[in-house]
């Protein structure tokens, strides 16, 4: 799995990034997945927490259709902007897919977002069981940022600048669709979903 960080590369200053304030950038881009539809992302390797304290692997995921987006739960502004993007696909799934669907948000903050701190976010949120919260290492999340396309940088008082995106991935890991920008149609993403 790490061929990829010498396949994406990533400029982690600057240019895309966004900060969790109501002045951050507000631009859909609906474009080509990083990662070419013949790699899966279940090829990493790396052990991730749920909200729930137990152990997760990727690779649980094949079979499901998984819509994903990196966020961080003491965000106060684009993190919740990209969940409420997330519900708006889940509202227009089709019924007979709705059992398939998981919803995956992968945090950047290693430090404050503990598997305790995932689950109380959930339950703030409302988020039912087919939502996936999880927690990784520094170089975990750092992977999953670059095979993603999300750009992130940590900032001095402990919060993340970074760019918002949606991801769909097919039953088996790979990347078949993204937005991004935050309150865009996420048509591209539906429309994927009940092509499959």
Same mark, same amino acid.
């Given at each position: 799995?790490? @061929?990829? #960080?010498?396949?994406? %590369?990533?400029?982690?200053?600057?240019?895309? #990034?966004?900060?969790?304030?109501?002045? /951050? &950038?507000?631009? +859909? =881009? %609906?474009? /080509?997945?990083?990662?070419?539809?013949?790699?899966?992302?279940?090829?990493?390797?790396?052990?991730?927490?749920? +909200?729930?304290?137990?152990? #997760?692997?990727?690779?649980?995921?094949?079979?499901?259709?998984?819509?994903? *987006?990196?966020?961080?739960?003491?965000? =106060?502004?684009?993190?919740?902007?990209?969940?409420?993007?997330?519900?708006? %696909?889940? @509202?227009?799934?089709?019924?007979?897919?709705?059992?398939?669907?998981?919803?995956?948000?992968?945090?950047?903050?290693?430090? @404050?977002?503990?598997?305790? &701190?995932?689950?109380?976010? *959930?339950?703030?949120? +409302?988020?039912?069981?087919?939502?996936?919260?999880?927690?990784?290492?520094?170089?975990?999340? @750092?992977?999953?940022?670059?095979?993603?396309?999300?750009?992130?940088?940590?900032?001095?008082?402990?919060? #993340?600048?970074?760019?918002?995106?949606?991801?769909?991935?097919?039953?088996?890991?790979?990347?078949?669709?993204?937005? /991004?920008?935050?309150?865009?149609?996420? +048509?591209?993403?539906?429309?994927?979903?009940?092509?499959?």
């Amino acid at each position: 799995m790490k @061929r990829y #960080f010498n396949i994406l %590369v990533v400029t982690l200053i600057g240019i895309g #990034f966004s900060n969790c304030s109501s002045g /951050e &950038r507000n631009q +859909q =881009t %609906v474009h /080509e997945p990083a990662v070419t539809e013949s790699e899966s992302l279940y090829q990493m390797d790396g052990k991730w927490t749920t +909200q729930n304290g137990d152990t #997760f692997h990727l690779s649980e995921l094949k079979g499901k259709i998984p819509v994903v *987006a990196m966020v961080f739960t003491s965000c =106060t502004y684009a993190c919740p902007k990209i969940i409420e993007d997330i519900q708006k %696909v889940k @509202r227009q799934v089709p019924v007979n897919q709705k059992e398939k669907m998981v919803y995956v948000l992968i945090s950047f903050d290693t430090e @404050r977002d503990t598997p305790e &701190r995932l689950k109380e976010f *959930a339950i703030s949120q +409302q988020l039912d069981d087919q939502w996936l919260l999880l927690h990784g290492d520094e170089d975990e999340v @750092r992977e999953m940022s670059m095979l993603l396309n999300v750009k992130y940088k940590k900032q001095p008082n402990g919060d #993340f600048a970074h760019s918002n995106e949606v991801t769909l991935l097919d039953t088996q890991g790979a990347i078949i669709a993204q937005v /991004e920008g935050l309150g865009k149609n996420q +048509q591209p993403i539906v429309d994927k979903i009940k092509a499959m």
